[in-house]
């Protein structure tokens, strides 16, 4: 069985801050892991993954994860915040790599405060 | 390119009466989803084709609700009769390959369904 957990269903940040969203899973197996984002009023679009390879993973738009074996953790950070970056951010997992594995967060909704 | 398109993006409609959502995934991608999001349950996995193949549809609430793909290049999927609490947002996504590669998916902009 997998699972995620995402700490906070809304983050409220000032622009130019450090974003810090929470992700915890939980896998049987070595977990595939990844970042959704999501605008308003529009689909889901991939921001990064997490394949095994480096533990740090860059994404588009300047955001980062690292993925934390030991706390069984995939945070999301970027370094400083910007108004376009206000959406709903979703992690998944994936304990066999394939779609049909994945199984997605709650969501965390990003509040960029001016 | 063309990314997944859904239509319609909105239909209001009332109980009992028919809902067809439709979907045409990326060209050159096997795999297509079908997820609902709402406020209470997040995203769920409704049901999952490979090669136009039902996989997976045990994610579908109920017999009310049904998919199909005949092509690579549409999909359906059905809520007859619908009902209030179907009422919600209605993704359609789609993937190239297997393995990994599959956890890339590639959303449409969504169906929202309001069911009064």
């Known amino acids: 069985a997998q699972s995620v957990t995402q700490l906070g269903s809304h983050v409220s940040v000032s622009e130019g801050a450090l974003v810090l969203l929470r992700c915890n899973y939980s896998s049987s197996v070595p977990p595939y892991l990844f970042w959704y984002v999501q605008y308003p009023n529009q689909g889901l679009q991939l921001l990064l993954k997490y394949t095994s390879a480096a533990t740090l993973v860059k994404g588009i738009n300047g955001f980062e994860a690292e993925f934390k074996k030991s706390e069984t953790s995939f945070h999301l950070t970027k370094p400083s915040a910007h108004m376009s970056d206000a959406a709903e951010y979703f992690c998944a997992v994936s304990s066999g790599g394939g779609a049909d594995g994945l199984t997605f967060g709650k969501g965390t909704h990003l509040i960029i405060q001016p | 390119d063309a990314g997944v398109i859904q239509s319609p993006r909105h239909e209001v409609t009332e109980m009992g009466q028919e809902v067809t959502l439709r979907c045409k995934p990326i060209?050159?991608?096997?795999?297509l989803f079908w997820y609902r999001q709402t406020m209470m349950r997040g995203l769920e996995l409704l049901i999952y084709f490979n090669n136009n193949v039902p996989i997976d549809d045990s994610g579908m609430p109920e017999d009310r609700f049904s998919a199909k793909m005949p092509n690579a290049s549409f999909s359906t999927l059905k809520i007859q009769p619908s009902e209030p609490r179907d009422s919600a947002v209605y993704f359609c996504?789609?993937?190239?390959?297997?393995?990994?590669?599959?956890?890339?998916?590639?959303f449409g902009e969504g169906s929202r369904l309001t069911v009064l």
């Open positions: 060209s050159g991608h096997n795999s």
């Open positions: 996504a789609s993937s190239l390959g297997s393995g990994i590669a599959q956890g890339e998916l590639f």
